[in-house]
C-alpha cells in the first residue's frame, strides 16, 4: 500500500541509462508547455459522485530525482513542473499539489498519468517506477506526474471514498488539458490514447476514479499494480478477520495465471497497511485487539471501491477501458515465519492481491473491458515488488518475462484510442 524502505531500493540509481536493447528515437527538443490560467474541469466524466476543479496554477521547480527527465543523443529533456489546488470536492477540504509534464517532441501515442503508492505525495519513488516512465516516453508517450502536499486519502469526515474524487479530478483535468490539446485532429494523433498506471494504493485511486467518478468514459487503459488495495475496506479492517480469499479461482474471467495455480490469503490488513487506513478513515479500531463494531464495519464497506451499494452506486463496467492488473502470488525472499510474526512486511504477503481479486472478481463477461487481464506475478521483490517479479502466463519457449518488462509491453500495446471501443 505504500513505500516501506527496502534494501533494493534504498537508493536511486544514478545512471539513467535503461539495460537491454530497446529503440530509443528521441532526436529532438521536448515540446513541453504548461498553461499557467486555470483551467475548469469539463465535463467528460459521469459518474454517481461528482468531480472538483484544479484552480490557482503556478510554475514550479521540479525538486528532487523523483520526477522523470530522460537523456538521448546528448539531449536531456526535464519535465515541466506547476503547482495548484484541487478544490470543490463533497465534504472534501481543498489540498495543494504539485503535477508535471515531460511531452515527447512530434506526434505523440498518448498520455501516461502515474499514481504513486501511500498517500500520493511523491511522485515516483522507486527505481522502477522512473525506468517504467522513461520508457513511455522513449516510445513516444507524454508522461504525467502528481505529488499531494498531504495523503489524498486524509479528509475532514475520514472518508476514503469521497477523498477519491481528488486523483479522479486530476485524471479528468489531464485528459482535458493536457491529452486532448496534443491528440485532436488538428494537431496531433487522434488515435492516441489516455492512459493511467498506478502502484499499491494509487492503483486503488484508479479504481475508484472508474467506479464513482466516471474516469471509464475517457481512459483508454490502466495498469493496476499491486491492487487496488482498498477495495473492500471492511474486509480489510474487521476484526475477527475476514475469511481468507482465493486469488482468480478457476473459471474466473480475465485470470492469466500461466502454470500458476490460484493462491489464498487473508484480505486483512497487515500492521503496516492498517496503521495508514486508521489515520485514513480516523477508526484506531483497524486490525485492532478487539472485535470491531457494526458501525465500524459499515462505516469501512460503504466508503471502499466495492462498497456492496451502501454507499454511492459503483459501476464495474468499462467498455471502452481496457485493464490489466498485477498481483503477487510469491516472494522471492519468503520468510519463513510469517504466521507469527506479521510485522514482517517485506518477506511476508500482504493484502494487496487479496484486495485485488474483491475488485477484479466483479468484471465479467457480460461487462467485458476491450482487454481484461489479471496476471499472476512470481517472485516478488516485496510483497507488492511486481516489477521485480516473473510473469509465466506471458512465457516464451519457456522463458517468464520480468513484471517490468511485461507491464510496459502491456502499456504501450494497448495505450490508443479507438472510435470501436
Known sequence: MSHDPQPEYSSRLQSLTRSGNRLVFICALVLASLSLLAAPTLAHADGSLSLGSVTNQNAAACSGDEWVSYSSHGTTYNMTCASATLSGCRNVQDVNFTYGQLIP???????????????????????????????????????????????????????????????????????????????????GNSSAGMCAQGFSAGSAAIGYSLAYYGAGDYLDNVELLSGPVLSDLKQGCEVPQASPVTVCPDGQYGCRMGDDKPWTLSPGYVPFDAGMVRSWTDDNSCQGSIRTSDESNAAWLAESIVDDNTGAAPTFNYPDTSMSGWLCRSLRNLASDCATNPNDYQNCPNNSSTQGQLFYKNITRDIAPPVFNVYSVDGCEGPEGVSAGTVDALSVRGQAPQGEVAIENDMTAQCFHSRFR
Do not use: K
Not at 522502477?128 to 505529488?147: C, N, S, T
Not at 474524487?165 to 485532436?184: G, H, Q, S
Open 105 to 187: 517532441p512530434g506526434t505523440v501515442n498518448g498520455v501516461v498519468v502515474f499514481l504513486d503508492g501511500g498517500g500520493g505525495t511523491t511522485a515516483a519513488l522507486e527505481t522502477d517506477e522512473y525506468d517504467m516512465l522513461q520508457y513511455y516516453f522513449a516510445q513516444g508517450y507524454g508522461v504525467v506526474q502528481i505529488a499531494w502536499n498531504s495523503d489524498w486519502e486524509l479528509t475532514p469526515d475520514a472518508n476514503i471514498q469521497n477523498a477519491a474524487c481528488r486523483p479522479a479530478t486530476f485524471l479528468n483535468y489531464v485528459y482535458n488539458n493536457i491529452y486532448e490539446p496534443l491528440t485532436d485532429g488538428r494537431h
